[in-house]
């Protein structure tokens, strides 16, 4: 259903996703693994046309996703909902109408203008926050809810616009072991349940082993490593972080950068001070 060709996007002289090449043939739950700068987050937001590509292909059911343009692009990209680390929810808005902006795409800017919801997205939307346990918490400000209460809201966004596949970017790097437990558990759910494609970058390998049918590895832009959890080996996840011996299980895209990704954030950080 979902085939990436070729995929390359460029920053300059600096390539952050490398002619990745990879096809999906059932909504699957995938995990995106590897060491900070190795690509991942440039991927998923090509995936979702935030970003363009510079080369490369992109084709959901015969649907050649980065020739989208106008609404054709705009249906892709509720199709396709993004969530991230760091929720982007409004803070001082509503639990509710968070949700409901998942709707945006599909309302007239008037609507939107006057803030005027159908009841039945309204009655929608408390339907799914129920689902992911925290419909008592509708009226309350995003901002006053836990981090992981936060990121269901977020999956209750997404959810509104019924998309066919959910990218998530890093979405438990924020959480506590337990809220991370409860995100990861809600997007698996909504995966078995619903039928949806999850492509999630995680930065733990547990979690990748724990809830996805799919691991990908990227290093340096690079697709390394394409398999099951239960081929990816310590020795294979070596490989991935480019850790060298200094590698432990324990190990986290966050904290483990590689020294190729160290090198091109520094020339990055020159090249801005100039
Ligand atoms: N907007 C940007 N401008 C310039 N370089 C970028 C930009 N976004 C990402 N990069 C670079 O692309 C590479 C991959 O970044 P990213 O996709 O964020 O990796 P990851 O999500 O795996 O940490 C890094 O070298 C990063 O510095
Ligand atoms: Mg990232």
């Given at each position: 259903m979902l085939?990436?060709?070729?995929?390359?996007?460029?920053?300059?002289?600096?390539?952050?996703?490398?002619?990745?090449?990879?096809?999906?043939?059932?909504?699957?739950?995938?995990?995106?693994?590897?060491?900070?700068?190795?690509?991942?987050?440039?991927?998923?937001?090509?995936?979702?046309?935030?970003?363009?590509?510079?080369?490369?292909?992109?084709?959901?059911?015969?649907?050649?996703?980065?020739?989208?343009?106008?609404a054709r692009k705009r249906a892709w990209q509720s199709d396709c909902a993004m969530i991230f680390q760091q929720f982007n929810l409004v803070p001082r808005m509503d639990v509710v109408s968070n949700v409901l902006h998942g709707t945006l795409n599909?309302?007239?800017?008037?609507?939107?203008?006057?803030?005027?919801?159908?009841?039945?997205?309204?009655?929608?939307?408390?339907?799914?926050?129920?689902?992911?346990?925290?419909?008592?918490?509708?009226?309350?400000?995003?901002?006053?809810?836990?981090?992981?209460?936060?990121?269901?809201?977020?999956?209750a966004r997404a959810l509104m616009q019924d998309p066919r596949i959910i990218l998530a970017d890093e979405p438990i790097a924020s959480l506590d072991p337990m809220n991370a437990q409860i995100v990861m558990d809600a997007l698996r759910r909504i995966h078995d349940e619903d039928g949806r494609m999850v492509i999630a970058n995680l930065h733990t390998l547990d979690t990748a082993r724990?809830?996805?049918?799919?691991?990908?590895?990227?290093?340096?832009?690079?697709?390394?490593?394409?398999?099951?959890?239960a081929q990816l080996t310590t020795g294979v996840a070596r490989d991935i972080y480019g850790a060298?011996?200094?590698?432990?299980e324990a190990a986290t895209s966050t904290a483990l950068e590689s020294p190729e990704s160290a090198a091109a954030k520094a020339l990055h950080e020159a090249e801005a001070a100039v």
């Open positions: 085939k990436v060709r070729n995929l390359t996007k460029s920053f300059g002289a600096n390539t952050a996703v490398d002619n990745v090449d990879f096809a999906v043939d059932r909504p699957a739950m995938i995990g995106i693994i590897g060491a900070s700068g190795a690509g991942k987050s440039t991927l998923l937001r090509m995936l979702n046309r935030m970003t363009d590509a510079t080369s490369g292909q992109i084709e959901f059911e015969g649907r050649e996703v980065l020739k989208l343009s106008g599909a309302r007239s800017s008037l609507a939107t203008m006057f803030n005027l919801y159908p009841n039945a997205d309204i009655h929608r939307a408390i339907d799914i926050l129920d689902r992911l346990g925290i419909a008592d918490h509708a009226a309350k400000r995003a901002e006053s809810l836990s981090g992981g209460q936060q990121q269901r809201v977020a999956i724990k809830y996805c049918d799919r691991v990908i590895g990227m290093r340096m832009g690079r697709v390394v490593f394409d398999g099951t959890p060298g011996a200094s590698f432990s």
